[in-house]
Each structure stands twice: as C-alpha cells, then as structure tokens.
C-alpha cells in the first residue's frame, strides 16, 4: 500500500502565517504537521508516499527531500501552475499510486489516528474515517450506520480527511479541480464506501484559532 498527503492548499484562512511557510509546514510543539503523517504512515510499515506541491511547494520539497530522514520515499506531484482540490490532486496523482489500494491524509490535520494498511473489501471503493462534528462543521457531512458512509440525514458524522481507496473511485475522471467529497457523493449513493467512526484525537487545523487548540493539545 502507498500513502498520499494532500499538500497543495493555499491555506488562506491562516494568513497572514501561510502568506510565508505552506500550510503544511506549519509547526505544532516543533514539528511540521507533515512530518506527523508521514511519521505515522512509517510507523504503519508504508514507505512508498506521493505529496501533491501547490502553494509555496518547493518549500515542502526542499525540508523533506526524498523522505529518507523520515524513512519513507517520497514522490513529488506537481500542482504549482495549477492547484486541482482535493480530489483533482488525487486523480492527478495516480500514476504515482499504481493500481492497489492506497492511503490519503490531508496535511491539515491533527490527530493520532493509527493508520494501518487496509483490504478494501470489495465491492466498496472508499473506506472513510469519520469523526464527532467539529464546532466548525456541525452539520456533519455523511450519514454513517453499520459500518457505512450513507447518503441519508440521520446519524450525520464528518469526514475526517483520512481515507483508504481504490483506483476504481477515481477511474475515468477528469484532471480538473475536483473536490474529494464531490468525487466520494456518488459512490456513498451507491452504498460504496465503507467507514469508521474515530473518537480520539483529531483537529482540523484549517485557522490559527484551532491551531493554537493544537498547540494546547500535543500528542
């Protein structure tokens, strides 16, 4: 299994901060998110990691290098003319993810999630990691029941930005802008995309008020 980080945004709900440093480097108690993810997607025994380059990317490249320091090797996809979203970025990248299963973590997020390489059971397409509803996002974004995202109103959790998928969720796509979730929507419809509901840590450092909450927090 490989692993992707998404790691093109431009972070403008934290300027003035990202005006200067990407999103992802970004440091809690002296550590760029980025080096969590990719410490904890080491851990899981995943070496092979694409990082999809936007704003300010060179930066990324140039602290991470090939990934040897954190002993992973690390593949480069370049958005810089171009930035595709969360899901563009992904369709863009397969190439570099092959046909297995693969990870994919937002770099704006802190948690201590143990990622863990994972059999996609078929006929599923997406597993989603799925959490309690931020104050930010009170409405959730999906339903979840038995084990399943669903397209439905109740039990509604929000997507945490950490999932596993196969290349068949992103066949025949475009490389446009696309969101993950506009790709996602159709295959939760068809029953599509397993889940589960994590209920440790997890913050979505999308401003620096709840960058300070991570600050707080450590892990």
């Not at 066949?171 to 696309?178: E, G, I, S, T």
Request: hydrophobic residues 45%.
């Amino acid at each position: 299994m490989k692993a992707m980080i998404l790691a093109a945004g431009r972070g403008s709900r934290m300027r003035p901060l990202t005006a200067r440093i990407p999103k992802a480097l970004v440091e809690i108690n002296n550590t760029p998110l980025i080096a969590y993810h990719l410490m904890r997607i080491r851990d899981a025994g995943i070496v092979e990691v694409v990082i999809n380059l936007g704003h300010l990317g060179e930066m990324i490249r140039e602290a991470l290098k090939d990934g040897s320091d954190y002993g992973v090797n690390i593949s480069y996809s370049d958005e810089s003319s171009h930035i595709l979203g969360t899901g563009g970025g992904i369709v863009k990248a397969l190439p570099l993810l092959g046909d297995t299963p693969f990870f994919v973590v937002n770099a704006d997020v802190y948690t201590d999630y143990a990622i863990r390489p994972l059999a996609i059971q078929a006929p599923c397409q997406a597993h989603l990691v799925m959490v309690d509803n931020p104050e930010h996002n009170r409405a959730g974004d999906f339903g979840f029941s038995d084990g399943f995202v669903a397209d439905c109103s109740q039990m509604k959790l929000t997507f945490a930005g950490l999932g596993y998928y196969t290349t068949d969720l992103f066949a025949r796509l475009p490389q446009r802008q696309l969101s993950l979730v506009e790709i996602l929507r159709p295959a939760v419809a068809a029953g599509l995309v397993s889940g589960e509901h994590y209920q440790g840590e997890w913050i979505d450092v999308g401003t620096i008020e709840r960058l300070n909450v991570a600050q707080a927090t450590g892990l």
